[in-house]
């Protein structure tokens, strides 16, 4: 029965910070899905040559790690 007491103030004090953490792991998660499906939404519903949906990918994720770097 304490260590459910421990966890439950554990959780409560830190419940901000736990939110943040799932919020940033989302984020994340969501942004590499769509890197990786503009390919294949670019070549199957837009109808673009390969080399093309190719280089809007590219351009995406490559735009992306700029912005992080700075």
């Known amino acids: 029965m304490l260590a459910l007491q421990c966890w439950g103030a554990l959780l ?3 419940a901000g910070l736990i ?3 799932v919020l940033v792991v989302l984020g994340s998660t969501v942004s ?3 890197a990786l499906y503009m390919t ?3 070549l199957t519903t837009l109808h673009m040559a390969p080399n093309v ?3 809007a990918t590219d351009a995406q994720v490559y735009g992306e790690c700029l912005k992080g770097c700075k």
Do not use: D, P, R, W
Request: charge should be positive; hydrophobic fraction near 45%.
């Open 19 to 21: 939110a943040l953490g």
């Open 40 to 42: 294949t939404y670019a």
């Open 12 to 14: 409560k004090q830190n």
């Open 53 to 55: 949906s190719m280089a």
């Open 32 to 34: 590499i899905y769509v």
